[in-house]
């Protein structure tokens, strides 16, 4: 476990020393409400999920990743980069256990969940989001996937703990070496989802009121 060298609360200390598991992290995020932005775009810092007591998935993937890094693991994230302008990005944390790589994600569907550490290596787990990567149409998107992204890196922001809006990271995460998962010809001859897999897709969580 890290000394308090980011001064996180005693609240937050409590929180943290409790989520030391990635499933028990995970069940925390799931408990907390999705971030709507209703005021508006938002990037907040773990304190301020815990706060607020929601988050959007890159919200979700960075406080998961402080508090891996609490527990003893390095703070990383995945970008999943989706065909523009037909689809969102989402963003995970990146765990390890047992030699393979899992993930942590904040989302309000039923797809793009919890990953169990299972996945050999990085593209594994990106790829493991493909099937369930598509639009209402069951047109699939998911398209490329990042290097594993340190969160440390963003350390002079006080990521962790700011009570300001953090847009330059996703920003950066954006303009990182990406890897292609399909080429031209695959794209063309990819099949649709089914009816009833855009149906459980549309599923959430929490409903916007």
Not at 103 to 120: D, F, M, Q
Not at 157 to 165: E, P
Not at 169 to 187: G, R, S
Request: include cysteine.
């Amino acid at each position: 476990m890290t000394s308090n060298k980011f001064a996180y609360s005693k609240n937050e200390l409590l929180l943290f020393k409790k989520l030391n598991s990635p499933k028990k992290i995970q069940d925390y995020l799931n408990s907390i409400k999705i971030n709507f932005e209703k005021g508006g775009e938002t990037c907040m810092s773990p304190r301020f999920v815990i706060k607020t007591q929601k988050a959007h998935c890159m919200e979700g993937a960075m406080f998961a990743a402080a508090v891996l890094e609490f527990n003893g693991a390095r703070p990383y994230v995945l970008d999943l980069r989706s065909a523009k302008p037909y689809d969102d990005d989402h963003v995970v944390a990146v765990f390890k256990q047992f030699g393979c790589y899992g993930a942590i994600s904040k989302t309000n569907h039923g797809v793009l969940r919890y990953r169990e550490p299972i996945y050999k290596t990085v593209r594994e787990l990106a790829l493991s989001f493909f099937h369930e990567y598509f639009l209402d149409n069951g047109k699939k998107t998911l398209r490329e996937y990042s290097h594993l992204f340190d969160l440390a890196y963003f350390d002079k922001l006080n990521w962790r703990t700011s009570a300001k809006n953090l847009f330059a990271i996703p920003h950066k995460l954006d303009k990182i070496k990406h890897f292609k998962i399909l080429n031209k010809k695959q794209i063309r001859h990819l099949r649709r989802a089914d009816k009833i897999e855009i149906a459980a897709g549309k599923l959430v969580e929490w409903k916007k009121v």
